[in-house]
């Protein structure tokens, strides 16, 4: 995939219990799936849940969701294609099978899944083509694949991703990581916090080091024929929605979007956040997602 390609691609990809609390050993590992080596961390007992991230981050950015969740729940957190410490390249694969072949060697048939931007992407995907093994879905801070094309992408949004471009191009990787960390961390309506807040810091990390190690080889293959915009109709899990207000303004669109055409779906807007939400107020967004996962 073409660097231009799969820069534009990001920037449209872009969730009182009776238990043992006591600490559940985790399992890390790789699994294979095509031509990739795909790693994956899970923890935890009961219904599985699987946690997808967002670009240029990879599964520890859930790491306060698996904290609390994994006393519930069966939690599992892999790195998608191009990102992490999953390995390989298959330009073939669709991310959605990527998931199937990661939770079929895991012998896991039933779940819930919740994603975070390009993971909720991947996500939609998933309990499109799989509806009969979804239980629950929560996409967060989503966007929604061919939105673009149908109705465009507002001038606040695109002017993120030129400046990003730009960086880009340059082969000014810092920069490049500057300008996603102040779009999807610190959100374009809040004034810059110089990456002083932990969220901040954790963000540009985590990306500058994405690209350094996958250079933007690639992005995690969605379904093209046809795409999830023209299939979520047909969604019949239960589905929330969940985004920021402080967001960009594609991503509000599209969680309007969602909201409005899945069937039965319902949408929460947490208010003070961006759109890495789930490092921002992770245990807002835990209540949410065990308030779900319990109730109907």
């Known amino acids: 995939m073409k660097k231009a390609a799969v820069v534009i ?13 006591s600490p559940q050993p985790s399992v ?3 699994i294979k799936a095509g ?3 795909v790693y994956y961390e899970r923890i935890g007992k009961g219904n599985t849940l699987l946690l997808l991230h967002a670009g240029l981050q990879d599964h520890s950015m859930w790491a306060e969701q698996v904290k609390v969740l994994s006393l519930h729940y069966d939690v599992v957190t892999p790195d998608l294609p191009f990102h992490g410490k999953t390995t390989g390249n298959d330009t073939t694969l669709l991310a959605q099978e990527v998931v199937k072949i990661l ?4 012998h896991i048939q039933k779940l819930s899944v919740a994603g975070l931007s390009m993971g909720a992407s991947v996500a939609q995907d998933f309990m499109i083509a799989y509806p009969q093994r979804v239980e629950k879905v929560f996409l967060i801070s989503p966007g929604l694949n061919g939105y673009d094309k149908k109705y465009g992408i507002d001038s606040l949004s695109m002017n993120w991703y030129h400046q990003f471009s730009k960086a880009l191009d340059a082969k000014d990787t810092p920069r490049a990581a500057l300008e996603f960390t102040r779009a999807w961390a610190e959100g374009i309506y ?3 916090d110089s990456l002083q807040a932990p969220v901040s810091k954790y963000v540009y990390d985590k990306s500058l080091a994405n690209l350094r190690l996958h250079k933007m080889e690639g992005w995690p293959l969605l379904q093209n024929n046809p795409p999830a915009i023209e299939r979520v109709s047909n969604v019949k899990v239960p589905v929330l929605v969940i985004d920021g207000d402080k967001d960009l303004p594609y991503i509000t669109q599209t969680a309007r979007y969602l909201e409005k055409n899945i069937p039965g779906a319902r949408r929460i807007v947490m208010q003070g956040v961006a759109h ?3 490092m921002e107020k992770p245990e807002e967004l835990n209540k949410i997602l065990i308030d779900f996962l319990k109730n109907n």
């Open 35 to 37: 031509k990739w080596n």
């Open 28 to 30: 890390k590992g790789y």
């Open 9 to 21: 691609f990001l920037f449209l990809v872009f969730g009182g219990m009776n238990c043992d609390e």
């Open 103 to 106: 939770l079929d060697s895991l």
């Open 190 to 192: 809040r004034a810059g």
């Open 276 to 278: 890495m939400l789930n």
